[in-house]
C-alpha cells in the first residue's frame, strides 16, 4: 500500500484536481496490552448476550440467539471455529461436557449462533459459554453467561387477571395488595407481571427494579407484554406483602386529543395477571398469584395520563399500604377480568429507565406564587419535586418547552392537538397536593412529558428553592454503541442534540416528539433509525416495534402511519413515504447486526405490503403519502418521493427474498423494481441535462441516494445536484425526506465538501442555525419563529447524525457482509474541518476512524475489530485497500 498514486479530489466549487497522496501504514498498532492481561490468552470470547441482552430472564424465544465478540488485539485476529454449549448444570457447561445442547466444534467466523437444542423448558436458568479457535487454532473459552425463560407459553400462567370495580372514566389509580408466608428457606424467587395499563410492583414496601412505564406499549387486544424480575432478595422469612399499583398508560386513554386514543378498542380499566414463583432450597415451587383474596383501594394519584401529566393527593396516602403489617379491612374485593389480549409475551428488551439526573440549572421567582425553573436543556421525562408545607398546600407543575418574553412558560408550540374536556386535565401540567408531613417528594409514576421549564404554582405564597426540582430524561435505556468528535463545536453540538432528540423520542417504540403527540410516526422512525443505530444498541426496541406493526398491518397490507394506534392513522398519512418501516428498518437492523431473524419475521408483512402498493398503481407510480414533510420552501410532489419508497420497498424485498432462499419471489420483486424505476425515470429523468423533475434538491438527491439514477447518468446527475445546492447558497432547501438523502447523495457522489459546507451551515436554513439559537435538541421546523409544526424535540430531520459517521467517518455497514463483518470504510477528510473521529461498537466491537489535519497532510487512523475485516477507500484513490483486523496509521500528503 505504500506508494505514490495519483488521485482525484473534488471540491465544491473548483473543477477536479489532481493531488498527490502518499499512504504511509506509519505503525500497525497493537492496542495497549496491560500487565495483567499478558497472562489472559491472546484471543478471548467476550461480551455474551443471549437475545441481544446480557443475562437475561424471563425469555419466551423458543430458540434463542447467542452472540459474542473476541479481545484480540493481533492483526488479521479472527474466529476459525467455535463451540457453544448451553445446559442447566452449570458445572457440565463449566467442564465442557454433559451440557444440554453443544454446537459440536464447527470451522465457523460465525458470532451469532441459534439455538438448536431440545425444546426449552420453562422457568429455567440455562448457562451457556463458547470456546473459540483463534486465527492459529489456539482454544480459549468464555466465561459462563445465562438466561432464563419464562412462561414460554401463556398456559403456565397460573393466577387470573385481576382489576377493582370502578370504572373506565373514574380517575384514581388502584392499589392491589395481599400477603403471604414463607415457610422455608428461599433459594430464588421471581415475579411474572403482566398488565392492560401500566403498574409498579412492591415488595414489603420497596419498589421492585428500577424500569419505569413498565409494560411497553404495544396494541393491547392483539399483544401485551409480561416482565419478569428477580425478587429473592426482597423476599422475607415468615410474612411478606406483595403491592401492585396500576396506572392507565395508553390502555385506558383518558385524555382527550385528535388521534382518539381514548375511543381505542381495547380501552378498559387497568389490569393485572401475577405469578410470583418462589423456589424453596428444598426444590419445591410455591407460587403467590393474582386472584381472588387480593384487595384493592385507591391510592393518592387522584389522576393519571400517559399524554398529559399526574395529579397526587398526598393527604391520601396509606403509609405501608404494601407491608405485611398494614390493615387492608377497609379495602374492597377484586374482579376478575378477561385478558386484555390473547397473546401475552415476554418483554425482552431494554427497559425505559430514568436514565439521566438534571439538576435546575436557575430558579426564577415570577412572583409570590409563581416560580419557573430551567433544566438548561430540553429532555423528555419527568420533574421530581420535593417540598414542605401545611396539608392541602397545591403545588401545580405546568412543563413547557420554552418561555414567553415575560418569563412565564410557553405552551403553544406543543397543546395544539390536545382537545382538552374542561380543566381537570391541564396539558403537561402534575398537580401535587401536600399531605402536610414534612419535607415531602413527587414524581409521577405513570406519565412523562417533554420539556425545559417548569412553572410552578403555589396555592399560597412561599419561597421555594433552586434544589427542589430535578430533572430525569428518561427514555428506553438503550446502551451506547457510537461516538463522534470533531474540531467543529456546532458539529458535536448537533450531534449531541440528534442523540438528545432520538432518546427523548425511544420509548419502547420510536415517537415523533414527547410532548404533543408521543406518537409512533412511521415516516420519522425509518428516517431516524440509522441515526439511531450508528450510536445506540436499538435491536431489542426495533425488533418489538415491527411486532407491532405484525399486529396492526391490515390482511391487505395496510398499515397506520403511527403504530401502535388506537385505529387513527389507516386513512391518513400512511402512503410508502411513511409506513416504509416494514422494509426499511428490518433491512437496516440486518446490515448494523447481521442478524436475520428481523427479516424472516416480517418477510411476509414486507411482501403483503409492497404487492398492495402494486395493486394500486399498476403504471408502477404511486401518489400515496405525504411528500417531503416540513420543507425550507419547495416541495417535491408527492407522486416523485411516494414512487421512490415504493422502489426503494420493492428492492428490498427483492433482497430479502434472495437471502432467505426464495429465488422465485426474488427474481418476481428484481423485475418489479425495474418496471418501477423505468416508469419513474420516463417520466422523470431529462436525459439531456441530467436532471430530475424540476431539479429540487430532494428530487435529484432522492433519485441518486435511493438507486434510481440509470449508472451512465450518475455524475451527470450529480453534478446538476450540486449546482442545485451551489444556487441555493450552499444550504438545504429539502423537508423530511429530502434530509434523509442531500448529504448523501452529495458526498456518495464526489461532492462531500459541498456536502459538508451544507452540513455545517449556521445560517437558516440548517441544523447549526437552531444550534445558533441555542438549541438542545432537534426541531420540527427550520425557522425559529415558524408557527406551526413547532414541537422542539423532533427526531425527524436527524439523518445528519448517521451521515457524521457514513460520510466523515466513512463507517458503512458492506450489505453482503452485514453486521460489519466488512466495514465498508470510506472517510472524506472534507475542506474545513481539521479533525474529525468516529467509533461505533459493532457486532464484532469497536470500529474507529479518526483523522486530523496538520498542513496539507492528513493523519488517519483506524481500528478494525478482530475476526471482521474492511475495504478501505480514500479519498481520490481509485484502488480500494483490504485491510483485516487491526489498527492502522495513515500518512496521507
Ligand atoms: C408529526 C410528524 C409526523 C407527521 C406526519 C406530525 O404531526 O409530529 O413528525 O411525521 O405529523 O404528517
Known amino acids: 500500500m505504500t506508494g505514490l498514486t495519483p488521485s482525484t479530489r473534488y471540491s465544491m466549487t473548483r473543477r477536479p484536481l489532481l493531488n498527490t497522496i502518499i499512504l504511509v501504514p506509519v505503525v500497525i498498532l497493537a492496542l495497549l496490552a496491560s500487565a495483567a492481561s499478558k497472562a489472559a490468552p491472546p484471543c478471548l470470547p467476550v461480551g455474551l448476550q443471549c437475545e441481544h441482552l446480557v443475562n437475561p430472564i424471563g425469555l419466551d424465544a423458543p430458540a434463542p440467539r447467542f452472540t459474542w465478540r473476541l479481545v484480540d488485539v493481533r492483526k488479521g485476529a479472527k474466529q476459525t471455529a467455535y463451540h457453544l454449549l448451553v445446559g442447566t448444570d452449570s458445572l457440565a457447561v463449566a467442564r465442557g461436557t454433559g451440557a444440554g445442547w453443544q454446537s459440536g466444534k464447527l470451522a465457523s467466523d460465525a458470532q451469532l449462533v441459534t439455538y438448536a437444542g431440545k425444546s426449552l423448558q420453562p422457568f429455567t436458568r440455562y448457562f451457556w459459554r463458547v470456546e473459540v479457535w483463534d486465527k492459529d487454532g489456539k482454544p480459549s473459552t468464555s466465561a459462563i453467561a445465562y438466561f432464563e425463560t419464562g412462561m414460554l407459553n401463556s398456559r403456565n400462567w397460573q393466577g387470573a387477571w385481576i382489576s377493582d370495580r370502578n370504572d373506565v372514566d373514574l380517575k384514581p389509580a388502584p392499589y392491589f395488595r395481599r400477603t403471604f408466608k414463607t415457610t422455608k428457606a428461599i433459594k430464588s424467587a421471581r415475579a411474572y407481571v403482566a398488565a392492560g395499563g401500566l403498574y409498579e410492583l412492591y415488595l414489603n414496601g420497596q419498589k421492585v427494579g428500577n424500569h419505569r412505564l413498565d409494560p411497553m406499549y404495544t396494541r393491547f387486544d392483539r ?174 407543575l405546568k412543563h413547557a418547552e420554552r418561555l414567553y418574553p415575560n418569563g412565564r412558560v410557553d405552551q403553544s408550540n406543543i397543546d395544539a392537538h390536545f382537545r382538552p374536556v374542561g380543566t381537570s386535565d391541564p396539558f403537561q401540567t402534575d398537580l401535587f397536593i401536600l399531605g402536610g408531613k414534612g419535607v415531602e417528594t413527587f414524581m409521577p409514576h405513570f406519565n412523562y412529558k417533554g420539556f425545559q421549564y417548569v412553572e410552578v404554582t403555589t396555592s399560597r405564597p412561599m419561597e421555594l428553592t433552586r434544589d427542589a426540582l430535578t430533572g430525569y430524561f428518561m427514555h428506553s435505556d438503550v446502551p451506547v454503541v457510537g461516538q463522534v468528535t470533531s474540531a467543529n463545536l456546532t458539529l458535536n453540538k448537533i450531534w449531541a442534540a440528534t442523540n438528545s432528540s432520538y432518546l427523548s423520542n425511544l420509548f419502547g417504540y420510536p ?45 391487505n397490507g395496510v398499515l397506520p402511519s403511527i403504530i401502535p394506534t388506537g385505529g387513527w392513522g389507516y386513512e391518513w398519512g400512511n402512503g410508502p413515504d411513511w409506513t416504509s418501516t416494514i422494509t426499511i428498518i428490518p433491512w437496516n437492523v440486518y446490515l448494523f447486526y447481521g442478524d436475520t431473524k428481523i427479516l424472516a419475521d416480517n418477510y411476509d408483512n414486507m411482501k403483503r405490503y409492497v404487492d398492495h402498493i402494486t395493486e394500486l398503481s399498476p403504471s408502477g407510480l404511486t401518489t400515496w403519502g405525504l411528500g417531503d414533510w416540513v420543507p425550507v420552501k419547495s416541495k417535491t410532489p408527492v407522486e416523485f418521493t411516494s414512487s421512490v419508497y415504493y422502489f426503494t420497498d420493492v428492492s428490498i424485498v427483492a433482497k430479502v427474498a434472495a437471502l432467505l432462499g426464495k429465488p422465485a419471489d426474488a427474481a418476481r420483486y428484481v423485475a418489479l423494481a425495474a418496471k418501477i424505476r423505468n416508469a419513474f425515470n420516463a417520466r422523470y429523468l431529462n436525459r439531456q441535462s441530467g436532471g430530475y423533475g424540476s431539479g429540487l434538491q430532494t428530487e435529484l438527491s432522492a433519485a441518486l441516494h435511493w438507486g434510481l439514477v440509470p449508472d451512465d447518468r450518475k455524475s451527470q446527475v450529480a453534478a446538476t445536484l450540486a449546482r442545485r445546492v451551489i444556487a441555493d447558497n450552499n444550504h438545504i432547501d429539502v423537508g423530511l425526506l429530502g434530509t434523509k438523502t442531500i448529504l448523501n447523495a452529495l458526498s456518495d457522489n464526489g461532492q462531500s465538501d459541498l456536502a459538508y459546507a451544507v452540513a455545517s451551515q449556521e445560517t437558516f436554513p440548517s441544523w447549526g442555525w437552531w444550534i445558533r439559537n441555542g438549541a438542545t435538541t432537534l426541531y420540527e421546523n427550520w425557522p425559529i419563529d415558524a408557527t406551526s409544526d413547532i414541537s422542539m424535540n423532533h427526531i425527524m430531520f436527524g439523518e445528519i447524525g448517521a451521515w457524521y459517521y457514513k460520510a466523515l467517518g466513512g463507517l458503512k455497514p458492506d450489505p453482503t457482509q452485514p453486521g460489519f463483518k466488512n466495514v465498508l470504510l470510506e472517510p472524506h477528510f472534507v475542506t474545513g474541518l481539521d479533525h474529525f473521529e468516529a467509533s461505533h461498537d459493532g457486532p464484532y466491537g469497536t470500529i474507529s476512524s479518526a483523522w486530523n489535519r496538520s498542513g496539507k497532510a492528513v493523519h488517519y487512523r483506524v481500528t478494525i475489530p478482530p475476526n471482521s475485516t474492511a475495504t478501505l477507500k480514500l479519498p481520490g484513490e481509485p484502488a480500494t485497500h483490504k485491510l483485516e483486523a487491526g489498527t492502522y496509521q495513515f500518512d496521507i500528503r
Open 511 to 555: 415517537t415523533d416528539c414527547p410532548q404533543r403527540e408521543k406518537n409512533g410516526w412511521t415516516g420519522d422512525a425509518h428516517i431516524a433509525s440509522e441515526t439511531g443505530l450508528y450510536s445506540f444498541d436499538g435491536i431489542t426496541v426495533y425488533e418489538k416495534w415491527l411486532a407491532d406493526h405484525r399486529d396492526e398491518q391490515q390482511p
Open 223 to 396: 399483544r401485551t407484554l409480561y416482565v419478569t424480575y428477580d425478587v429473592t432478595s426482597q423476599l422475607l422469612a415468615g410474612s411478606n406483602a406483595i403491592g401492585v399499583l396500576l396506572g392507565n398508560g395508553w390502555y385506558n386513554h383518558q385524555s382527550t386529543a385528535v388521534w382518539d386514543f381514548h375511543k381505542a378498542p381495547w380501552r378498559a380499566r387497568p389490569t393485572f395477571c401475577l405469578d410470583l414463583r418462589i423456589t424453596y432450597a428444598d426444590g419445591s415451587v410455591e407460587l403467590v398469584s393474582s386472584g381472588k383474596g387480593w384487595k384493592t383501594s385507591l391510592s393518592p394519584i387522584v389522576f393519571n395520563s400517559i399524554y398529559t401529566a399526574e395529579h397526587y393527593d398526598a393527604r391520601m396516602e396509606q403509609p405501608g399500604w404494601n407491608t405485611a403489617s398494614f390493615s387492608d379491612s377497609t379495602w374492597k374485593d377484586v374482579i376478575y377480568r378477561a385478558s386484555p389480549s390473547p397473546t401475552i409475551v415476554a418483554q425482552a428488551m431494554h427497559p425505559i429507565r430514568n436514565v439521566e439526573a438534571i439538576p435546575a440549572r436557575s430558579i426564577t421567582k415570577i412572583n409570590d406564587t409563581v416560580f419557573v425553573y430551567d433544566l438548561g436543556r430540553t429532555i423528555a421525562g419527568v420533574s421530581q419535586f420535593s417540598v414542605s408545607g401545611p396539608a392541602g398546600t397545591t403545588f401545580r
